[in-house]
């Protein structure tokens, strides 16, 4: 059975079809989720839909796309949000320097507020950054010296120099179906080195379909397609690459538990 380590189930694109999609992800062999909070506003309706599905699990946390829209988000908001138990994690957060709907220095304080609520909680900061490596690694390096925090950079897209500096600190890396586009040979060369048992995958459902089901909308049964590409990649069998990245799933999301896979018939 496969993780999808990121979708977004609250999204409008889902509004009437959910549960088809989930029993497609069932089908697929996709036996948990974990659905990702983007505007804290919505948190209500993101854990809704992990309370209402066994084997979904949510993030609580503002998008870097957010930051300026929303209220600004404080650790202790963070914190008594993240003592549902349902939530496993915090973000995503990060940095986005590519679109820059919100000011650089807003998407780094809210940034560094994750951070500290990820030590206040110890779960896990799920992190999304993309033309910002430089700051980036800057932020997590320093973060890491102010007290250890655990952390996955989604749907990776960034360096080497990137990946390995993450990994230097301990934080997992997640490749979505970018990994699958016909363009992605240097993404696919830094999943080469990545350990296995630092190793995640994941949708970013509705966005991202892989191939063969590029421009399609996302869902989390496409996960296996992503899956099927980093097992050639690690030149391990489809199978072992699905032990290998839920064991890590529930190492990294240690407040989530391995469930039987009941999501729907």
Known sequence: MLIDSHCHLDFPDYAHDLDAVLVRAKQAGISHMLTICTQIKKAPQVIGIAEQYPNIYCSIGVHPHDVATEPKVTNEELVNLAKHHRVVGLG???LDFYYDNSPRDCQEGSFRTHIKAGRATQLPVIIHT?????????????????GAFKGVIHCFTGSEVLARGALDLGLYISFSGILTFKNAHELRNVAKFVPLDRLLVETDAPYLAPMPTRGKRNEPAFVVHTAAQLATIKNITPERLAEVTTDNFFRLFNKATREKSVLLD
Not at 130 to 146: N, P, Q, S, V, Y
């Open 92 to 94: 995503e957060t990060g």
């Open 130 to 146: 993309r033309d910002a490596d430089d700051t980036t690694a800057r932020i997590l390096d320093e973060e890491m010296k102010e």
